[in-house]
């Protein structure tokens, strides 16, 4: 059994909504519950000194929901600590000092004290419960509870990732290492979430998340405020700087309420699927936009939070609507991609199959974990997206239509890994400075995602499309 000291992954993981490839094998479960163990005992949540993000854990428990045999889950594994840094011990008289407000607000956002706040939430989880501390640390509406709500949604949502797998798998360590990792990112991001909050109150205004895309795409003085020179401080920098009044009521036109809550946590996946899969270049390799990326393989595991009945009701709605505003602000981020709807309708796979075949690709694919949580995302919105028939705000309603986009991610992945990996590593590295630090798999995954894909200096590395492989638009 998991506990607050151990992680141990069962066979008997309860339905959630989020797509699971079952039966679970007996073998696979232990080897992902050592090999995890393993990852934790020895290694930070950030890779490098960069900010980066260990992924092993949402790789292997992605893997393992797509049906990983043991030894696929160990490949994924030593694949991924190349890039890992060592863990320290907690300072335990600072652990002690963060039950104190004033320390533990002044230590927030300071990754040197992730140890510290992880053994101070084990703690916690040991003396109050997994689901108490969470609610305590997360959802109380206190002032250290909406300052790390702010964080919550930082660092392009790794934590509402991280806190889905603790949750979906009934792992009390994963839940602290969640929460630990919300303590040290900034809260820049969520600041703007806050703002959009307050703006959304004064007006009873609610519109579909893709009507609200196609109104920023539509904007120009929105569009004219984001630079690709902006980078990764685009909201601070273009949106909130010249257009912060249009820019916050757009947001604040995203609204949920407890009646419309499953329905809106389907569309807010199946939205962001339909704008990362159809911003694209024609000219270009098909290609999916990192930012846009973490919007999906963030919401396919809302529906875990949903699933929980620990949380309130009103606490759900809240963190769906910050959760599709955040799919906005990641839209804008990556400059407001034009979207090109023949790219999905005239496509055709390399490799025709159904979904087993997919899960097969995906579990033997050599990268950080990205696209296995692609593609669970993807088979995810394909069993939510049935049970809201004829809603027009699902922009991809078929069955046939995801498998397709499945499709696109697996040969796209598969073409540059084959082809053009180790070239447009090398661009991005005699570009950027920071990559040439990094291991050759960092560098591939810079290369891999395009970043700011609305902007066409962002698709520099990406090779050209064959003329036959262009949509016709």
């Known amino acids: 059994m998991a506990t607050y000291e151990n992680i141990k992954i069962s066979t008997e993981i309860p339905s959630t909504g989020v797509f699971q490839s079952r039966p679970f094998n007996t073998l696979a479960a232990s080897k992902v519950s050592d090999l995890l163990q393993i990852n934790h005992d020895n290694y930070h949540i950030y890779s490098?000194?960069?900010?980066?993000?260990?992924?092993?854990?949402?790789h292997l428990l992605a893997l393992y929901s797509l049906g990983a045999t043991p030894q696929q889950l160990d490949d994924a594994y030593n694949f991924g600590i190349d890039s890992q840094r060592p863990t320290r011990p907690a300072n335990t008289r600072l652990v002690s000092d963060l039950v104190n407000p004033i320390v533990f607000k002044a230590c927030l956002?300071?990754?040197?004290?992730?140890?510290?706040?992880?053994l101070l939430f084990q703690k916690e989880?040991?003396?109050?419960?997994?689901?108490?501390?969470?609610?305590?640390?997360?959802?109380?509406?206190?002032e250290i509870a909406e300052e790390m709500l702010k964080r919550f949604f930082s660092g392009f949502l790794h934590s509402p990732i991280h806190l889905g797998y603790a949750i979906e798998f009934c792992q009390p360590l994963v839940a602290a290492e969640a929460l630990a990792l919300t303590a040290i990112h900034d809260a820049e991001f969520g600041e703007t979430l806050a703002m959009a909050e307050a703006v959304a109150k004064q007006s009873p205004e609610s519109k579909g998340l893709v009507e609200l895309q196609e109104i920023i795409y539509a904007n120009s003085k929105l569009r004219s405020a984001m630079k690709?020179?902006?980078?990764?401080?685009?909201?601070?920098?273009?949106?909130?700087?010249n257009a912060k009044v249009d820019f916050l009521h757009i947001l604040g036109s995203w609204k949920v309420n407890p009646d419309n809550l499953n329905e809106k946590t389907a569309e807010s996946l199946n939205s962001t699927i339909y704008w990362t899969t159809l911003a694209q270049r024609?000219?270009?390799?098909?290609?999916?936009?990192?930012?846009?990326?973490?919007?999906?393989?963030?919401?396919?595991?809302?529906?875990?939070?949903?699933?929980?009945?620990?949380?309130?009701p009103e606490t759900k709605c809240r963190l769906l609507e910050w959760k599709g505003r955040s799919d906005l602000m990641l839209y804008?981020?990556?400059?407001?991609?034009?979207?090109?709807?023949?790219?999905?309708?005239s496509y055709r796979p390399h490799f025709p199959s159904g979904w087993p075949e997919i899960f097969r690709r995906a579990c033997v694919y050599r990268d950080d974990g990205h696209l296995a949580k692609f593609i669970r995302a993807i088979a995810t919105s394909n069993e939510n997206v049935r049970h809201f028939p004829g809603n027009p705000r699902f922009k991809i309603r078929s069955e046939e239509e995801?498998?397709?986009?499945?499709?696109?991610?697996?040969d796209s992945a598969e073409d540059f890994n084959q082809n053009s990996a180790n070239d447009e590593a090398s661009m991005i590295c005699a570009k950027y400075g920071y990559p040439r630090l990094m291991s050759h798999e960092v560098q591939r995954v810079t290369a891999r995602w395009p970043r700011h894909v609305g902007f066409a200096q962002s698709w520099f590395h990406v090779p050209a499309r064959k003329p036959h492989l262009s949509a016709q638009l």
């Open 125 to 142: 989880i040991a003396a109050k419960g997994m689901h108490e501390t969470i609610n305590q640390y997360l959802f109380k509406g206190d």
């Open 228 to 241: 690709y020179e902006n980078g990764i401080f685009q909201i601070r920098d273009g949106l909130l700087e």
């Open 402 to 410: 995801l498998l397709t986009i499945s499709h696109m991610v697996m």
């Open 109 to 118: 956002g300071k990754e040197k004290y992730y140890e510290d706040f992880f």
């Open 48 to 58: 490098h000194n960069f900010g980066l993000h260990n992924h092993i854990l949402h």
């Open 282 to 312: 024609p000219d270009k390799q098909i290609r999916f936009d990192f930012f846009l990326m973490h919007s999906i393989t963030a919401g396919s595991l809302w529906p875990v939070l949903n699933s929980v009945s620990w949380i309130s």
């Open 332 to 345: 804008c981020q990556s400059g407001a991609p034009q979207l090109h709807p023949n790219e999905l309708f």
